[in-house]
């Protein structure tokens, strides 16, 4: 189980630091605590970049109350950045924060106790902090007290109390709890499953979008609309990784797992592009090359391709040379050999026969000339082959 409101790398860490969230207890002390740690951080407003200061500014924290501060110092040593690791000191830490009535302690308290690791595991302990903040009204609390009266490998099993606070934590707002009855759902009422499913992916659950966008492809639980779809899979991709969206574009376009759809493929093909992902670019123009985006389109498969060589997609600079030897008005052999040559340069396997094949409908001028368009190409997109033999 991961962590939910206190993540404990030093990039985590910083987030916490750079956070715009006021402070409890202390008020204006802390927030200027926060930007003394800040300062320190990054070496800005007069002050050095000094982590060792950064970190003698964070033990002023728990005699000043500020929580947030004492729980980032408590990562730091838990995790051993900036600091010599000491567990001892991180668990005083979140447990002194916990005492001051900082929910987010007392709800870390509780998850430290349930996943172990820093700790020896105590799924008592773990259930006494996640009720103490559950008290609080804390949403964080009520799931993972859920999670843990409901999911069998944790071997409570408590099933009544685990849904009653799981009700108790949708009441409080948390996403992840209702993304959970969206599951509990599925096989059951998969409209009630959608209406959870778009509560969680209206409050960001990553995994709820993505289950949003494919029932409103696939008319699962609600009535179709692609262009809805399209919408969530545009907030989606945000955070998703580009050869994720690529992949998901491969299921639509050859109907693995969904219905075959190109219209969407493309769509999705095109968010990978714009990440600057290859394989989108290539795929774009294979399907302008074929007619799978309307009609053919070679002037738009030209640009996808380059788009795509640009970007080292290698098999895309043979196919601008078959574009530029075989397709009718956009013929241009010494623009085709320029491509194969680069091709080959990049050990294409394909581009040596057309290479000998194009050569003897060329004149040595053309073929002159292509080496030099190749060269500069080459040179301006910093993919100059090792060996510059064919120029």
């Not at 407003?45 to 005699?63: C, S």
């Amino acid at each position: 189980m991961k962590r939910y409101k206190l993540c404990t790398s030093a990039i985590c860490c910083l987030l916490l630091v750079v956070a715009t969230t006021p402070y409890s207890f202390a008020g204006v002390d802390c927030i200027a605590l926060k930007q003394e740690v800040k300062n320190y951080y990054n070496g800005i407003n007069g002050y050095p970049k000094d982590k060792g200061k950064m970190i003698e500014t964070l033990k002023k924290a728990e005699g000043m109350k500020c929580t947030t501060q004492m729980l980032i110092l408590g990562a730091f040593y838990e995790k051993g950045q900036f600091v010599k690791k000491n567990i001892s000191e991180a668990m005083r830490l979140f447990s002194s924060a916990a005492d001051m009535g900082d929910v987010q302690a007392i709800s870390l308290l509780g998850e430290t106790y349930l996943t172990g690791g820093t700790v020896e595991k105590d799924y008592d302990k773990a259930i006494h902090w996640f009720e103490k903040a559950a008290a609080e009204n804390d949403g964080n609390a009520m799931f993972m007290l859920s999670y843990m009266y409901l999911d069998p490998r944790i071997g409570i099993k408590k099933r009544s109390e685990g849904l009653d606070w799981l009700q108790k934590a949708i009441s409080a707002g948390d996403a992840r709890a209702m993304n959970q009855m969206a599951r509990m759902q599925e096989s059951r009422n998969p409209t009630e499953a959608f209406y959870w499913y778009l509560r969680a992916a209206e409050k960001g659950i990553p995994g709820a979008q993505y289950e949003v966008a494919m029932r409103l492809v696939q008319g699962k639980g609600v009535d179709k609309s692609p262009a809805k779809a399209k919408e969530w899979f545009e907030k989606l991709s945000a955070k998703m990784k580009p050869s994720d969206i690529y992949d998901l574009g491969v299921e639509f376009y050859g109907g693995v797992g969904v219905e075959k759809d190109h219209d969407m493929a493309a769509f999705l093909f095109n968010l990978a592009a714009k990440r600057n992902f290859p394989a989108a670019y290539y795929s774009l123009g294979d399907m302008y090359e074929h007619g799978k985006i309307g009609e053919k389109n070679l002037g738009s498969a030209s640009v996808a391709y380059k788009s795509a060589a640009t970007l080292g997609h290698n098999y895309s600079m043979f196919l601008l040379g078959r574009l530029y030897e075989k397709s009718g008005d956009m013929q241009n052999l010494v623009e085709a050999y320029q491509w194969y040559l680069l091709a080959d340069a990049a050990k294409e396997a394909l581009a040596k026969d057309s290479l000998e094949r194009l050569k003897g409908r060329l004149s040595e001028k053309e073929i002159n000339a292509a080496k030099k368009r190749a060269e500069i190409w080459a040179r301006m997109n910093s993919r100059v082959p090792n060996s510059l033999d064919v120029y």
